[in-house]
């Protein structure tokens, strides 16, 4: 089993629909991070998180430190949203990745 | 600022060739890694350089070798490439130990024919 597992694999919405990706992690971690890539390949990274909420536009990221969960949300999603995000978290200096989840948004 | 720049962006090698796989970073961090993206799976950590003069072993490092050149640049050797090696590479670095955020290169595609 990964020590990382996102929810769904694949997604596709319709332009304007509430998105929701879900990570689980079986490690102890001391931060979580979400990280975009688009279709050419860059990774940026949207989020990084311990406890509570972070929002960032229409992105909001949640974790549950007891429930070892991580939510990433998108609101109103538009094509521009279409692209893989990337669950990953830290312990000391080991980042783990899950395997991301490919996110198409259709107009 | 460049960020984390990575040369080449695209490579292509015949098995048992050998490269070197260059990164730098002008953020001045101390943390520095290398990765492989395959389909499917999540990046995998082949070394990293927690400081400078310092190299480890991550979950992958067989048929790699890699060295902190200075504080700015990491770099990743295949001696002896195989197909197997086929994947994109990431470079990232990172301030230090701890919750910081992490920035990644551009990655370099690699085949190995």
């Known amino acids: 089993k990964n020590e990382v597992e996102q929810s769904p694999q694949n997604l596709t919405a319709q332009e304007g629909e509430f998105i929701t990706i879900n990570c689980s992690y079986s490690?102890?971690?001391?931060?979580l991070h979400w990280l975009q890539q688009h279709p050419g390949g860059g990774i940026v990274s949207l989020f990084m998180?311990?406890?509570g909420k972070k929002k960032h536009g229409r992105l909001i990221a949640t974790i549950n430190i007891q429930e070892k969960h991580s939510s990433l949300h998108i609101t109103a999603s538009h094509p521009r949203d279409s692209a893989v995000y990337i669950c990953?978290?830290?312990?000391?200096?080991?980042?783990?990745f899950g395997a991301g989840t490919r996110l198409t948004v259709k107009p | 600022n460049a960020g984390v720049t990575q040369n080449p962006k695209f490579q292509v090698l015949k098995t048992g060739q050998s490269m070197t796989l260059q990164c730098a970073q002008d953020?001045?961090?101390?943390?520095m890694y290398w990765y492989r993206q395959d389909p499917g799976m999540g990046l995998r950590l082949i070394y990293y350089?927690?400081?400078?003069?310092?190299?480890d072993k991550g979950e992958v490092p067989n048929g790699y070798n890699v060295s902190r050149l200075n504080k700015r640049e990491f770099s990743l050797r295949l001696e002896s490439a195989a197909p197997s090696q086929t994947s994109v590479y990431f470079c990232?670095?990172?301030?230090?130990?701890?919750?910081?955020?992490?920035?990644f290169g551009p990655g370099t595609r690699l085949t190995v024919t």
């Open positions: 350089s927690a400081s400078e003069g310092t190299t």
């Open positions: 953020m001045n961090h101390n943390s």
């Open positions: 990232a670095s990172r301030q230090s130990i701890g919750a910081h955020e992490q920035y």
């Open positions: 490690v102890g971690i001391s931060a």
């Open positions: 990953a978290v830290l312990n000391n200096n080991d980042m783990r």
């Open positions: 998180l311990s406890s």
